[in-house]
T-cell receptor, first 111, second 120 residues
Framework: QKEVEQNSGPLSVPEGAIASLNCTYS??????FFWYRQYSGKSPELIMF????GDKEDGRFTAQLNKASQYVSLLIRDSQPSDSATYLC???????????FGSGTKLNVKP | GAVVSQHPSWVICKSGTSVKIECRSL??????MFWYRQFPKQSLMLMAT?????????EQGVEKDKFLINHASLTLSTLTVTSAHPEDSSFYIC????????????????FGEGSRLTVL
């Protein structure tokens, strides 16, 4: 079983719509959860992180965490073509000494 | 956010040569840095965890004699690919952790720009 699982996509949404990206993790000892965006040929950039159950909002992005279900999601409101990228879910364990990445979900936002 | 600089961005070398990649945290001290490699259309694969002043911890299947990691200071870690071969061609990415919550940081990873290695 993989540490972090994501649907590889591609997920296609029209411009202005809400994009919903999902991630599940296997270890209940996971401490914190991160969403990274990676454009083709570039390194990942941090979008946001979440530690506690519930929602965390930052601009057009909302991260949702449900530890009981071992589920993390990222919502992107008012999606823009520039949001088209691969989104990586990452989980930290062992006091942030181990980070596990999902395989990423490719998002296409169509103008 | 924090800045991590990686150099070189691109490197082309002949088979059998060694290549060194540097990773620097520019505005924070990083006791721990991580080295990843990424093949096209695949996710990041953790190679090793680099700890300042001690030996790196390698993931299973990663040859420590081939991928030499040195973390000599709180702001610099290096990865040397020794006797590189075409199958070592990949995108190598370093990342640094910005401390922990309550210690001046929130623990998230910041990535360098990546180094694309092509071995001829």
């Amino acid at each position: 079983q993989k540490e972090v699982e994501q649907n590889s996509g591609p997920l296609s949404v029209p411009e202005g719509a809400i994009a919903s990206l999902n991630c599940t993790y296997s270890d209940r000892g996971s401490q914190s959860f991160f969403w990274y965006r990676q454009y083709s040929g570039k390194s990942p950039e941090l979008i946001m992180f979440i530690y506690s159950n519930g929602d965390k909002e930052d601009g057009r992005f909302t991260a949702q965490l449900n530890k009981a279900s071992q589920y993390v999601s990222l919502l992107i409101r008012d999606s823009q073509p520039s949001d088209s990228a691969t989104y990586l879910c990452a989980v930290a364990r062992y006091n942030f000494n181990k980070f596990y990445f999902g395989s990423g979900t490719k998002l296409n936002v169509k103008p | 956010g924090a800045v991590v600089s990686q150099h070189p961005s691109w490197v082309i070398c002949k088979s059998g040569t060694s290549v060194k990649i540097e990773c620097r945290s520019l505005d924070f001290q990083a006791t721990t840095m991580f080295w990843y490699r990424q093949f096209p259309k695949q996710s990041l694969m953790l190679m090793a965890t680099s700890n300042e002043g001690s030996k790196a911890t390698y993931e299973q299947g990663v040859e420590k004699d081939k991928f030499l990691i040195n973390h000599a200071s709180l702001t610099l870690s290096t990865l040397t690919v020794t006797s590189a071969h075409p199958e070592d061609s990949s995108f190598y990415i370093c990342s640094a952790r910005q401390g922990l919550a309550g210690a001046g940081g929130t623990g998230e990873l910041f990535f360098g720009e990546g180094s694309r290695l092509t071995v001829l």
